[in-house]
């Protein structure tokens, strides 16, 4: 590592360390001792990589890991961390200096970059050719514009398993198209995903813009103080090739109840009232962007700390159950394939991978409605299991146009059950319970009310012995996170916050189960009386 890097590194306090280990660690990066667990193995013969968490080791052994890196665009990618953790330092310096100065624009800019996950959407290989980057303005003055561009684009699959650039669309604060543009992709194209972005080969023989065309364009709509917007945005600065200090990200600003990550759909519906597009339809530019930008400005109205938490579940998106999620899918396999996986009829909306290069990509197969989906879950040859936050999935093989066989991964979507579901176990508790009920008005006795008694008690014991257990569970879940990658702590909360949701579903059962046990007793003290 060069020696002015070594010195940044030495001197980087330890939560700067901590989160330059982390992205590494997600990122596959090697230095000359392997990876970061490789290096733990050699470095701490005793613990070895038992206890991988950074957050947990010493800042001597942050330090010598990273000193292992002398690669050059390792140590520039190192320095381009250090400087996202320095443009949060001098949002922050000049918050507390003027206080009262700080519009709801430039707090909801800080509120983006102070996620915990923005660093590691956000952390784009912008040493490489052909990125443009701007920097953030340590001037008062200079951070305190609020101007405002909107940005949402259309990608397609490359040979090499890039995204490129096809579309681009630009609105300003007013709703206004300052930039709306198709763009020539520089890369042999595997996939257009026509159904996804409505773009065919056939369009894009008309386009003649490059992406460097695109670059040129931004950079004069577009100055250093200007606040980028979209939904994800991080995949669309990653097509643009372009590294912006200052963004508001509506997928980081807005959290749903359940702790997920929103759709720009299920925002549409939930803050701004209206459906972005029709299941199936493919997304449309212009409208994304449109709507990236209302949902900054409705924030903005309703006033930047008022934070309400945004439901994502079958009674507010209802269309969620009527999506498949596949993933695992090899790059080689057109999404048009796809088709061939799961029985029935369905659409094909892609999800945007977390960066340009992969080997995998994922898609919704979105149904016409939750039955055909379960249906089709159902109908899928392959053996259940559960994915890493406890939801179904199945390992399907099917045959391609080629003749050849692909296999990948269908898993539902639905985190929490349903309403019908609870409803339907409350209704089959009650309706065996009616059958018991019929029984016991035939032979009332004291041994009657003594068995509810005993039934009653022994629920009560079960449930206080389960819901002890499910605790105990979430205490050694929440122990083991601490242990493991940081790669996987999305996963592991949603792991935790859908055991809390099985925790509520069985309280609501025991609880139904309480009163149905009391209102038996009640009738039983009842036709005793009349038998006196």
Same mark, same amino acid.
């Given at each position: ?437 019929? *029984? ?5 006795? =004291?041994?009657?009310? /003594?068995?509810?008694? @005993?039934?009653?008690? &022994? %629920? #009560?014991? !079960? ?36 055991? *809390? ?5 069985? =309280?609501?059962?025991? /609880?139904?189960?309480? @009163?149905?046990?009391? &209102? %038996? #007793?009640? !009738? ?9």
């Amino acid at each position: 590592m060069a020696d002015k890097s070594v010195t940044t590194i030495s001197t980087a306090p330890k939560k700067v360390l901590v989160d330059i280990v982390k992205i590494a660690q997600k990122q596959g990066l090697q230095g000359g001792k392997g990876s970061w667990k490789d290096f733990l193995n050699v470095h701490d013969r005793k613990i070895g990589s038992s206890l991988s968490d950074p957050a947990k080791r010493t800042r001597e052994t942050l330090v010598s890991f990273l000193q292992t890196f002398n690669e050059k665009k390792h140590v520039k990618f190192f320095g381009y961390v250090l400087r996202k953790h320095s443009n949060l330092e001098v949002l922050e310096r000049i918050r507390k200096e003027s206080p009262d100065n700080e519009s709801p624009v430039q707090k909801l800019v800080r509120l983006t970059i102070e996620h915990p996950l923005y660093l590691s959407k956000y952390a784009f290989p912008s040493y490489e050719k052909e990125w443009m980057v701007t920097k953030l303005s340590k001037k008062n003055k200079s951070v305190t514009k609020n101007a405002m561009l909107a940005i949402d684009c259309e990608m397609v699959l490359c040979e090499d398993g890039t995204d490129a650039l096809v579309e681009i669309c630009v609105v300003d604060h007013n709703l206004q198209v300052q930039l709306h543009e198709l763009v020539k992709p520089c890369k042999p194209v595997r996939d257009y995903r026509t159904d996804i972005t409505g773009i065919s080969a056939a369009d894009l023989s008309k386009a003649s813009l490059s992406l460097t065309d695109i670059q040129k364009s931004m950079k004069k709509l577009m100055s250093k103080r200007t606040i980028l917007v979209g939904h994800s945005l991080q995949n669309d600065l990653q097509a643009l090739k372009l590294d912006h200090a200052r963004v508001i990200d509506t997928s980081l600003i807005y959290r749903s109840s359940d702790g997920l990550s929103l759709s720009l759909s299920s925002l549409c519906k939930s803050v701004l009232g209206y459906e972005l597009r029709e299941g199936g339809a493919p997304h449309n530019c212009q409208d994304d962007a449109i709507a990236a930008m209302k949902l900054v400005l409705a924030k903005i109205e309703s006033g930047v700390d008022h934070e309400p938490l945004v439901e994502q579940d079958v009674k507010h998106v209802p269309e969620e159950t009527a999506k498949l999620l596949l993933h695992r899918i090899p790059i080689t396999v057109p999404s048009e394939e796809l088709q061939w996986a799961l029985p029935g009829k369905f659409s094909v909306e892609l999800k945007l991978p977390k960066n340009g290069q992969r080997k995998q990509y994922s898609v919704l197969a979105v149904f016409g409605n939750p039955k055909d989906a379960q249906r089709a879950f159902e109908n899928a040859n392959g053996r259940i299991e559960k994915d890493i936050s406890g939801l179904p999935q199945k390992l399907i093989r099917f045959k391609l146009s080629t003749g050849e066989t692909a296999s990948l991964y269908v898993r539902k979507m639905a985190t929490v059950c349903s309403l019908s579901e609870v409803q339907q176990k409350k209704r089959g508790f009650q309706d065996g319970d009616t059958h018991d009920a019929k *029984k016991l008005k035939m032979t009332p006795s =004291d041994d009657h009310l /003594k068995e509810i008694e @005993r039934l009653k008690h &022994e %629920l #009560r014991e !079960k449930s206080s012995s389960k819901c002890d257990t499910h605790l105990k569970e979430i205490e050694r879940l929440k122990l083991e996170l601490r242990e493991r990658d940081s790669s996987q702590c999305d996963s592991h909360v949603e792991e935790i916050e859908r055991l *809390k949701q099985q925790l509520m579903t069985k =309280d609501f059962e025991i /609880k139904t189960q309480d @009163r149905i046990i009391a &209102e %038996l #007793r009640k !009738k039983l003290e009842e036709m005793k009386k009349k038998k006196r």
